[in-house]
């Protein structure tokens, strides 16, 4: 396993629609080696997710967990789960903020807008279908992932630019509120 460099805000790449696995290419040797790094880089990095186009491939994969992350206690625990293909479709309209920032934007966060309840349909590494709902903060996680494989940034979604703030300011004034939101969601739709 290698830690892999992570593409920061103003690359081209960040940009670029990742394109489709195979089962084929997904059951080889040099992907799942990769799957293996792309997880090695996000916990490295104490990152919740972490998306292959963050890392130059842009391939339409992505990792995600949460476990006694500091920078994130306020999010419920997410087991590894390895995102291949992966299409999400809103649950319902209900909406809520969502602070976050993002490996590639270094010392940045923001409000941001998503689905409470979305459904996500993928392989995991193995090509096994994944056919779930997902609620609440982990939505979110996969929100945000799945927009890198599209091109997105989190940037691109915060609708009110005066809630930006580096990760010093946003801890010193605006945590404690947010983690109060984010447990009362947590505990309205789990996670």
Known sequence: MAIRKIAQIG???????????????????????????????MRDADGAGLAAIQVYEPVRICA????????????PPIPLTILVNPVLTPVGDELFENNEGCLSVPNLRAMVQRQVHVHVKAWDRHGNDIDE????????????????????????????PTTFSTWTEFDRHHKAAFVERAKALVARVGS
């Not at 081209?12 to 997904?26: F, G, H, I, K």
């Not at 995600?64 to 999010?75: D, H, M, S």
């Not at 609620?135 to 940034?153: M, P, R, S």
Request: negative net charge.
């Open 11 to 41: 690359h081209p790449v960040l940009r670029q629609t990742a394109r489709d696995v195979s089962r084929e290419q997904l059951a080889s040797p040099a992907m799942q080696a990769f799957i293996d790094d792309l997880i090695e880089t």
């Open 64 to 75: 995600i967990e949460v476990r006694n992350n500091p920078r994130y206690p306020y999010k």
């Open 133 to 160: 709902t997902v609620h609440g903060l982990k939505a979110g996680t996969y929100q945000h992932e799945v927009d890198h494989l599209l091109g997105k940034v989190f940037v691109d979604r915060v609708t009110d």
